[in-house]
């Protein structure tokens, strides 16, 4: 027998309300928390099999999504342009190297960026970390392009401790020196002696616990680490004394530092009870540098470099949102896909965007459809200078001209252009794509695991990465209607790519 319970008209009204605001904080846009390391090795990482343990990274990771076929571009301001843009860097006229100290340039001002339409769709805006997208005028700043709040640096580098940066002038023949921490726009002086990794993890997590819950929020981490220079308080490095490398020991502390930083946002999200409505990005900027220890092991290539060490990243999204946790997508995702992803998962337009190269992903993501990304273009560079050679060899501008000049083929493509595209499990390189060094995995003899193919490098090359993602077998001649084929994407590209922005350094600029 059915037995029907009477209840009060107040205790009705109470449940009901308590239905609505359930309801409400259902439908509540997510929070976004992204998290973007600097120069973060694709075997720095503990589930990569490193000798570095990222307990947080891991678990995180683990229980999240890894993307293991994630891309970004090999140095740091590409990488942060195209995911405050969604757009490739050709679009911006960007294709050229970072933004040094005292070039005269940003992002484009007429580029409409992500917090900007994070904003439109209603989120608070806050921005912690390295910007690097430029800041010679105020316009140029991330106070003015979107956030809500700034508390980071504006250039590439830093001292981790005194946050003084130095460049040289060379038309005066001297070397300037300055404080580059802000607080919003204003210069911040109280945190010298204050180590960047933890100062940034807690203006973050200080952020978090200040947020109304009421309001969707939207919190961009840059982190110093792991960027040169290699600093870190002592009591990271103690758990690597194993670690015979000098080098490698502090670099390793420095990953613990930013591993713990990540796993103390996290906490603040779940302490502040919004972790079961977040979602979290976490994404190196580029590959690993080696020359400051980073490894990209068993991957060719490093930081600087169009292989697969240069822009093949570690990435993940942790969220209770997502549909199918604990897996692993090998779908291909890059960095200018974020921008389409995020201002979707918040429930805002990208109408007032310039046409973008990006995809929205999050259905690929949490449920584990098929990428919408066939192709992906990594770069065209045409005044590439190889600044950061191989050990022991000279600068490269290209490959020879007269190796080069005529191989063009039917396409109209320069191939002597450093440059390369990705379709499907084809990639092909043009050029001279930098250092082409498989590094030893850590704590081999270098001497004998060093290998380099460089008297074999061909103007034009081609690998099927998803077999070959070591890029040890080039097929360029079994597969020529493959190289034609992308050949004549690269020309497409080309022509709808905007001339390079790189002016040179302003000798008047003072920090």
Partial sequence: MMVLLKL????????????????????????????????????????????????????????????????????????????MTGRYQIHTGMQHQLIWACQPYCVPLDEKLLPQLMKEAGYATHMVGKWHLGMYKKDCLPTRRGFDSYFGYLLGNEDYYTHVHCYPIHALNLTRCALDLRDGEEVATTYKGAYSTELFSQRASSIIRKHDPNKPLFLYVAMQAVHAPLQVPDRYVAPYVSIQDHNRRLYAGMVSAMDEAVGNITLALQERGFWNNTVLVFSTDNGGQTLSAGSNWPLRGRKMTLWEGGVRGVGFVASPLLKQPGTVSRELIHISDWLPTLVGLAGGWINGTKPLDGFNMWNTISKGIRSPRLELLHNIDPLYYDYSPCPGRDPQLSLAEEVSRGSSVDSGFNVSVHAAIRFSNWKLLTGYPGCDVWFPRPGENENSSITSEMDLLKPVMLFDVEK????????????????????????YYQSTALPINFPPDDPKCDP
Avoid at 48 to 69: C, F, M, Q, W
């Fill in 468 to 491: 070959d993602p070591e890029e040890r077998n080039e097929v360029s001649d079994r597969f020529p209607e493959v190289v034609d084929y992308l050949l004549s994407r690269l020309q």
């Fill in 8 to 83: 009060p008209v107040a205790a009705l009204s109470a449940v009901f309300l308590l239905s609505c605001v359930w309801l409400v904080a259902a439908q509540q846009p997510p929070h976004i928390v992204f998290i973007l390391a600097d120069d973060f090795g694709w075997h720095d990482v503990g589930y990569h099999s490193s000798e570095i343990r990222t307990p947080n990274l891991d678990k995180l990771s683990a229980s999240g999504v890894r993307l293991e076929n994630y891309y970004v571009q090999p140095i740091c301001t590409p990488s942060r342009n195209q995911l």
